[in-house]
């Protein structure tokens, strides 16, 4: 089989950022070449997010694009991945004939079979002219395949479908040109929490945790590559938990149960060192046990169920970030019921107090930094409602908030049993009402941050310099036909409103993981400084020029500066 090509693009958030890596790496151990051109590739990849419509609009475009293509080009092959895949089934297949493969999260280990036999069945059809006047191979149906799993939520079969996805993230293929430095790494797949809004737990499945030695085995893989930001991937981070013996955990067997109070949570797990394996105990294994990695981050945290002794191991093991992304969604309590989040707004202040007296040392130029979610116009949300939420930004500071305006999905509890009542122009009001506080509260947080001296590590080029450099090649590049920093934003929230400096609704493209190709050392002033980002390990973004003969080695690196001055959530500094 002559080499083929794919295109692949992920859209939504970390998980599937590292479900497209793992995704690439067994494709490419099959032979098979990535281009970051669309319109050069053989295979076209969508590895898709169904969290709101948004997400999905995007996806659905996409599609549409390449429909002329498609006939121009039958043996072109289209594969849909990820959380639509699993959310729309078949039906995305009736809709988008263009779809030849279909993939959801839950199957991924087998999408290599899926596709080598896509693109052999194509050639066949081809090959011996089978093809309908419309340019459509007339076996079209019979050749399209579709894997879903997840919406089942298979409790009987779990532990044995769950062992074949381990497979995936155990191949992992690590090498040192890979991760420029930063790599995610899964603890835990899936989510038990049915918040009545949200699609995650029908596209994922059911909570599952990883072992331990497996997390710890792949972090020292990745930092042998040169890695030294890992970040801990979960829907629900906190809740991680291994029962050692068990083939497989779930929540369903090992979880803390969900009436649990929330202040009983200040208590470490009873069973902790017992056979079980916390979270606390998770992060203080992988900080000792390899110590190339100089950053551990987590993403999210759900506000129930934090320990203290999390709170400690962090304090107590320097290379652990004080970053905190624990989204609180409403202020009201009455949303928050309706929402089935399981907490109320003083209990959630309560913890983000309990994890500054611990963590936050501005003075060590370690500041505790705490960013958050919102939802506003969740079905029947009251002005007096909101009013609740802004309450909760005005006392949290968040040095960012992601704010979304609600959205109807599909088999969630919301959808099928609450009215989408509150008007779109209230929503929109709301958003933009919440958004103001939080950019007020920003600039403060940033400015609070001028004179103190941070290490940062340097992600890529800043996009200023990407348009400075596009501009000077007479084009601007697409922001999404490139990679655009390792780690230089949320794809979670790839379509929020946020005062942050990520949310620009950029898709990545699987291809190189730093794009260096702005920095130029033959075109204009050879002398010109290149301006940089990078980020503190409280997540502030950080700008800082360099030299250009440096500005490519200095990637990757985590170097102490000085921040000079502040405008909202971008810090600018010099180094030290
Ligand atoms: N597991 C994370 C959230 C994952 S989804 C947690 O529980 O915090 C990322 C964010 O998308 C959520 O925090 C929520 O704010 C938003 N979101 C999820 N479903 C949504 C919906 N139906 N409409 C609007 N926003 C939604
Ligand atoms: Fe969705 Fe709630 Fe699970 Fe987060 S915790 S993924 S919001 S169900
Ligand atoms: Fe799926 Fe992540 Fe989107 S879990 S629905 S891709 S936010």
Same mark, same amino acid.
């Given at each position: 089989m002559p080499q083929r090509t794919v295109y692949l693009e992920t859209f939504g958030c970390q998980m599937n950022e590292l479900d497209s890596e793992l995704v690439a790496g067994s494709l490419r151990a099959l032979g098979y070449a990535f281009t970051t051109d669309a319109s050069a590739a053989d295979v076209v990849l969508y590895n898709t997010c169904s969290v709101r419509e948004q997400a999905e609009q995007k996806v659905w475009s996409r599609l549409g694009e390449l429909k002329a293509r498609k006939a121009a080009h039958p043996e072109l092959v289209v594969g849909v991945l990820g959380c639509l895949a699993e959310r729309d089934g078949v039906d995305l297949i009736k809709r988008m004939p263009v779809v030849d493969v279909m993939c959801g999260p839950g199957e991924l280990d087998k999408l290599p079979t899926l596709l080598d036999n896509a693109v052999r069945t194509r050639e066949s059809i081809i090959a011996g002219g089978t093809i309908e006047p419309d340019g459509r191979p007339r076996i079209r149906s019979a050749s399209q395949v579709a894997l879903q799993g997840n919406t089942s939520r298979r409790s009987a079969t779990l532990a044995a479908a769950e062992d074949s996805l381990e497979l995936l993230d155990l191949s992992r293929s690590v090498s040192p040109t890979d991760h420029g430095g930063t790599a995610y790494v899964r603890i835990t797949r899936g989510? @038990?929490?049915?918040?009545?809004?949200?699609?995650v737990p029908f596209t994922r499945g059911a909570e599952i945790h990883r072992p331990p030695d497996h997390i710890i085995d792949e972090c020292k893989r990745l930092a042998d590559a040169g890695v030294i930001e890992v970040t801990l991937l979960g &829907?629900?981070? @906190? *809740?991680y938990r291994f029962e050692h013996g068990a083939a497989v955990t779930t929540n369903g067997i090992t &979880?803390?149960?969900? $009436?649990?109070a929330f202040t009983g949570a200040h208590r470490a797990d009873p069973l902790r060192g017992a056979g079980v394996t916390t979270f606390a105990d998770l992060l203080a294994r992988i900080h000792d046990e390899v110590p190339a990695i100089k950053r551990l981050r987590f993403v999210t945290s759900y506000p129930r169920d934090f320990g203290d002794d999390v709170l400690q191991v962090i304090r107590d *093991?320097?290379?652990?970030?004080?970053?905190l992304h624990v989204p609180? &969604?409403?202020?009201?309590d009455r949303m928050l019921g309706v929402m089935n989040r399981g907490y109320e707004a003083a209990e959630y202040l309560d913890f983000l107090d309990r994890a500054r007296a611990f963590l936050d040392q501005p003075e060590l130029g370690r500041p505790l930094m705490i960013s958050g979610d919102f939802i506003v116009g969740f079905p029947s949300e009251t002005d007096e409602d909101f009013r609740a939420t802004v309450a909760l930004v005005e006392r949290a500071r968040y040095k960012n908030a992601f704010i979304f305006k609600y959205s109807p999905r599909p088999g969630t509890v919301a959808y099928d049993r609450m009215t989408d009542d509150v008007p779109e122009e209230t929503k929109r009001r709301r958003n933009n009402e919440l958004l103001a506080v939080q950019a007020r509260i920003s600039d403060e947080i940033a400015r609070e941050q001028v004179g103190r001296t941070f290490d940062i590590m340097i992600e890529g080029v800043s996009k200023q310099q990407k348009k400075r450099a596009g501009a000077s090649h007479g084009q601007i590049r697409k922001s999404n036909a490139v990679m655009l920093t390792v780690g230089g934003k949320d794809p979670t929230h790839d379509d929020a409103s946020s005062n942050g400096a990520c949310g620009d609704g950029c898709s990545h493209v699987? $291809?190189?993981?730093? !794009?260096?190709? *702005?920095?130029?050392?033959? !075109?204009?002033?050879?002398n010109e400084p290149v301006q940089l980002s990078g980020r503190t390990d409280g997540d502030l973004i950080v700008f800082i020029d360099a030299p250009a003969h440096d500005a490519t080695a200095l990637i990757g690196r985590i170097l102490p500066v000085r921040v000079d001055r502040a405008e909202r959530l971008a810090l600018h500094a010099s180094f030290v």
């Open positions: 989510c @038990n929490k049915f918040c009545t809004y949200c699609v &829907q629900t981070v @906190n *809740h &979880q803390p149960q969900k $009436g649990r *093991h320097p290379r652990i970030c004080r970053y609180a &969604q409403s202020g009201s699987h $291809g190189a993981p730093v !794009d260096t190709s *702005h920095i130029s050392h033959t !075109d204009g002033p050879s």
